[in-house]
């Protein structure tokens, strides 16, 4: 974990955890967490939900290091792991905190990660043991993530959104003999994945425990192949600091590249790597019928869309409860 008293302190820091563990009153501690973090500077998206607590903050590295000493004073989120990389820049232009039905949604109500799910391998573990014959290393992110970067060798499944991956479990049938190991971008998607192998007659199930980001940080990244994808306004992040590789092509001219953009036309919004000439000559847009949409949003080399906010108000979206005598 970075030092705050470092002799030249990066400017920000980026910390993306999630903790499975039961809620009685998400509504209630969403306020609370909420206000704590409008009282301490932090910026990002917050998800709170009977199952649990999901997040990606930014904000100076005291302020950050205060919010863990925070959520792990709750017994609940003790053993919480925060994977805690440092930025430049904000990772976020203000702050959301909602309260869901699933801190991941999976539509897969009879999951309890919790109760059962895939064993953890440590970062180090998993470097030691991904390349075995009987294993079988699985991407469990949306096509969009993984085409910008993955494993190497690793199998990936055609799906937009996490939701649709049980419609996909077929094609790993023929893996069952083997040892499967999950990934995703921070863990907890695997949670709910590897569970679900196991509910589904999977026997040998494993999972990156902390994700890519976690793998990057504590074993280099290491035969991950191109760039992570995050869903803040960097987009993509470097793991890999042992053999890098670029591993996607320009969506437009088809030349290696592994910036992405979010399309200039609302209406799209594709997620796709273009390079930087691309990405001016399109205005940001990902085709010609795109370019040529009326209303498209100004592109300033970034492709990432924050909308404006004139003062966020906590308590939008909160329903609050009845007191009773």
């Not at 799906?159 to 003999?177: G, H, S, V």
């Not at 074993?219 to 992040?237: P, S």
């Not at 793991?239 to 969506?251: D, G, L, M, T, W």
């Not at 592994?258 to 990405?279: F, Q």
Request: aromatic content about 10%; charged content about 25%.
């Amino acid at each position: 974990m970075p030092n705050i008293n470092e002799i030249n302190p990066t400017p920000y820091w980026v910390l993306l955890y999630y903790c499975f563990t039961p809620i009685d009153s998400p509504e209630e501690f969403r306020e609370q967490h909420h206000l704590w973090c409008l009282k301490h500077g932090l910026n990002g998206r917050i998800i709170i939900a009977p199952e649990g607590l999901n997040g990606t903050v930014s904000g100076a590295p005291a302020d950050c290091q205060a919010y863990m000493d925070y959520v792990k004073a709750d017994t609940r989120f003790a053993n919480i792991d925060f994977k805690v990389e440092k930025s430049d820049k904000p990772a976020f232009a203000k702050l959301h905190v909602r309260t869901k039905s699933e801190i991941v949604h999976a539509d897969l109500p009879q999951i309890k990660p919790w109760e059962r799910t895939g064993i953890h391998l440590e970062p180090a573990q998993f470097k030691a043991m991904k390349d075995n014959p009987d294993v079988v290393v699985v991407d469990f992110r949306s096509n969009y993530e993984h085409k910008v970067g993955k494993f190497k060798n690793a199998i990936t499944l055609d799906i937009e959104n996490f939701r649709d991956f049980p419609t996909k479990i077929a094609q790993l049938e023929k893996y069952k003999d083997k040892k499967i190991i999950t990934y995703c971008t921070g863990g907890i998607k695997c949670e709910k994945a590897s569970a679900y192998l196991l509910d589904q007659g999977f026997e040998n199930v494993y999972q990156l425990h902390g994700g890519i980001i976690k793998y990057g940080i504590e074993e280099g990244g290491q035969d991950f192949e191109g760039k992570c994808y995050v869903f803040d306004n960097r987009l993509t992040v470097d793991v890999n600091k042992i053999n890098p590789v670029v591993a996607s092509v320009c969506y437009i001219c088809g030349t290696h590249c592994d910036r992405m953009i979010n399309c200039a036309n609302a209406l799209c919004n594709n997620h796709v790597p273009v390079c930087e000439k691309c990405g001016w000559d399109m205005k940001g847009t990902c085709s010609e019928a795109c370019k040529h949409t009326p209303n498209i949003r100004v592109y300033d080399g970034s492709g990432y869309y924050q909308k404006k906010s004139n003062g966020y108000n906590p308590y939008i979206g909160l329903t609050r409860r009845k007191k009773t005598n």
